[in-house]
């Protein structure tokens, strides 16, 4: 899983579509399915619109299909995290999920995250010994060592001699 940065929605639905990715959406409209009548197989991105407008116009325009979750009640609509968690379900429940990333993967997922979330990130990363090579793509941390070299052993001010492994 990559994520990437889009200067407008309307950039980044074209991206995905350019990339083979069907653009589906939430929505009311008579053309919109329910939920369970959607064939989720295949590269899917999905939008969200929110509570009180929905999606935009041009979302609606640039989306191949759009879809609904049937709801019984008084409700008009789901909160965003409640409809995100009803069409992951969904979309698991059809099998059409791809596998669970392996605990490496899992790991790199977290440190591309917090490189991109957090300040400074690769600095306090560079205090602690560890350099990421790239870190749009942190796949590969450098853990550096420091060790005296024989000269510094009396020398309480450092001196550090920095090595590299993988």
Not at 114 to 136: A, F, M, Y
Request: proline share 4%.
């Amino acid at each position: 899983m990559s994520t990437n940065t889009h200067r407008s929605t309307t950039n980044c639905l074209e991206t995905l579509k350019q990339n083979g990715f069907r653009i589906l959406s939430t929505d009311v409209n008579k053309h919109a399915k329910p939920i369970h009548d959607i064939d989720w197989s295949g590269k899917v991105a999905v939008v969200f619109g929110n509570e009180v407008s929905g999606i935009s116009d041009t979302v609606r325009s640039i989306s191949d299909e759009s879809f609904y979750i049937p709801m019984a009640g008084f409700a008009e609509s789901f909160n965003l995290s409640v409809a995100c968690a009803v069409t992951v379900s969904t979309i698991a429940s059809k099998r059409c999920l791809s596998d669970t990333p392996t605990p490496f993967e899992q790991d790199q997922i977290m440190l591309t995250w917090l490189l991109r979330s957090i300040r400074g990130s690769s600095e306090i990363l560079e205090r602690k010994g560890i350099s990421v090579s790239d870190p749009d793509n942190p796949a590969r941390l450098v853990q550096t060592t420091v060790r005296p070299t024989e000269s510094d052993d009396d020398d309480e001010s450092g001196g550090d001699v920095c090595g590299e492994s993988d």
